[in-house]
């Protein structure tokens, strides 16, 4: 006996691990088994150049652009400038912007004439005549040229797509989520700094029109019959939101009067589909924006004004300019992605990439790496725009029923500074992560809102990390919950709820990665109200009267956990 209690505590560690082993092999698939067995991946000094703020990064604060750009359609090329307006944070006379070596710089221009510049894998060094003082404001113009990347299967990967419209017409778009901006123009490839506004200026070919970002400001003709279209965007905006989307649109308008005032709806498609755009809009635009609103505070860019841009891809976020195509149908794709039925009444691409506004534009990761921000509260807004028009419980069966699509593969948080995402778990298990902590720590639908909308003007056109949005639900619950926030995020496998029954007598514990996990679970006897009890790593009596293993009910419709019942 002095043995057992000498090494009881060894036991019971191995047991834990055991049982944490087991609880991993039944929250993830055999796929994600698999994983266990591939190599970690390998980073180059062209990761860390993408993906680190080093001080030749950080030495410079982006104020302004204007990226002035031709399009050649005809040779797949563009050709033009990017003027670069900052404002110095150190003292300085080296620094560093981004664009694909497939690209060729043709000059770096400072103060009127050529300055020297180096390149190493899609980084650009540029080194100034003169110390350039902190505090002080310059500005610097690249011109470029080339066959900018085309695009395999946009969006998912980045890059042009070139095609043609119904009549044979050019039909050009660029999506460069991940990959990063710098695939088709020169800029501060990084999402920590954002430009505070931005002149987009495209020139295309006779009888067509470009859609960019912000407002039109100007359209001018061109000798040889090309039109240059000049965008104004008034607020903040990260690099991949910029886009080029090039067609003969025609084009409808409409408004909306929300919480900042009237708001203008601007709708840019191909002449064919006019009245299929027209009456799919008009069905999901205006509720679309009125739960969002709700839900998570004024639209973040009333000055630039909302549109939908038909695309040859299925879609993006592209700030205020959000490129769509959904074929003008519920679903995505016709399909619904969390099998309940719920997910067919709405166009998917409309309420996912418009909830993007607030989450991934308005506030924006620091890191792709902390990508879960834009992902997981705007996957979690489509079940809001579920509750906003069907009901609460409506809501949580779409939720429920996004789990399909969950692998818990990997960490939804990714590695830091080498501009790689984590598990593509960031949009379903997050949205999941989300419900499940409005369940355990903000039952009351108006303080949840409340919540919501406080985190959309508490980092109001901001650049953010994990840690602060972490903060902040902390504050505002009063709770410490990070240690449930880093299991669903840091960890692939799910925390399991190990409840045991030993003489009539019911206890239980959590099983996590994370030492101190605590959670509030919700459970009752079958038929019953449930009980929320406050549970942590180590065992503790479940005080319900008549408890058995035959009638134990845990609310794993809220909860996604692992259960283990013995």
Avoid at 237 to 262: P, Q, R, S, W
Wanted: proline fraction near 5%.
């Amino acid at each position: 006996m002095a043995f057992f209690a000498m090494y009881s505590h060894y036991f019971s560690a191995v047991r834990s691990t055991f049982l944490l082993f087991l609880a991993a092999l039944l929250s993830c698939s055999l796929g994600a088994s698999a994983q266990l067995l591939q190599p970690k991946p390998a980073f180059t000094r062209a990761d860390s150049l993408r993906g680190a703020l080093t001080p030749l990064r950080t030495c410079y604060d982006i104020n302004y652009y204007h990226l002035d750009v031709k399009l050649d359609v005809a040779n797949k090329s563009i050709s033009g400038s990017n003027l670069f307006h900052f404002t110095a944070t150190q003292d300085f006379t080296r620094l560093q912007f981004d664009l694909f070596a497939n690209l060729k710089v043709e000059k770096v221009e400072y103060q009127g004439k050529p300055v020297p510049y180096t390149r190493e894998a899609n980084a650009v060094f540029v080194t100034f005549p003169a110390p350039i003082q902190k505090g002080s404001r310059a500005e610097f113009r690249v011109y470029y040229s080339g066959q900018p990347t085309v695009a395999k299967n946009a969006p998912w990967d980045g890059g042009f797509v070139f095609t043609q419209d119904g009549k044979g017409k050019p039909w050009v778009a660029t999506a460069c989520q991940g990959v990063g901006a710098s695939i088709w123009w020169p800029t501060k490839d990084h999402q920590a700094d954002e430009v505070d506004s931005m002149l987009i200026s495209v020139t295309v070919p006779k009888g067509l029109k470009d859609i960019s970002n912000g407002r039109l400001r100007k359209t001018t003709k061109l000798k040889g019959g090309a039109t240059r279209f000049d965008w104004f965007v008034n607020n903040p905006i990260n690099n991949y939101d910029v886009a080029l989307n090039v067609a003969d649109y025609t084009h409808f308008a409409d408004e909306y009067t929300g919480e900042k005032g009237k708001l203008t709806l601007d709708y840019w498609v191909l002449p064919e589909n006019l009245a299929k755009a027209k009456t799919q809009f008009a069905a999901n635009v205006k509720p679309m924006l009125k739960a969002m609103e709700n839900w998570f505070g004024p639209y973040p860019f009333y000055e630039d004004g909302f549109k939908l841009i038909e695309t040859p891809h299925l879609g993006m976020e592209h700030q205020s300019a959000v490129a769509y195509g959904n074929k003008y149908q519920n679903g995505y794709l016709g399909a619904d992605r969390s099998a309940t039925g719920w997910g067919l009444k709405w166009d998917f691409i409309i309420i996912h990439e418009s909830g993007h506004e607030w989450f991934g534009n308005n506030i924006t990761s620091k890191d792709i790496a902390d990508m879960w921000i834009h992902e997981s509260f705007t996957t979690y807004s489509e079940a809001l725009f579920v509750e906003s028009q069907f009901g609460k419980l409506a809501a949580q069966q779409y939720i429920h029923g996004q789990r399909r699509n969950i692998r818990n593969d990997k960490p939804i948080i990714g590695p830091y500074e080498v501009n790689r995402e984590g598990s593509s778990d960031m949009y379903d298990k997050g949205s999941n992560l989300l419900n499940m902590i409005r369940t355990a720590y903000v039952p009351d639908d108006a303080k949840w809102r409340e919540l919501l909308r406080g985190l959309s003007s508490t980092f109001y056109h901001q650049t953010v990390t994990t840690d602060q949005i972490i903060a902040y639900f902390n504050k505002q619950t009063g709770q410490d919950l990070t240690p449930v926030f880093d299991q669903y995020l840091r960890h692939s496998a799910l925390p399991t709820l190990e409840v045991r029954f030993v003489e009539g007598k019911s206890e239980a514990r959590w099983i996590a990665n994370v030492p101190g996990f605590a959670l509030p679970i919700r459970v009752r006897q079958k038929g019953g109200e449930y009980s929320t009890l406050p549970l942590t790593t180590s065992f503790q009596p479940l005080s319900l009267p008549g408890l058995t293993k035959d009638n134990l009910e845990v609310d794993t419709e809220n909860y996604y956990i692992g259960v283990l019942v013995e």
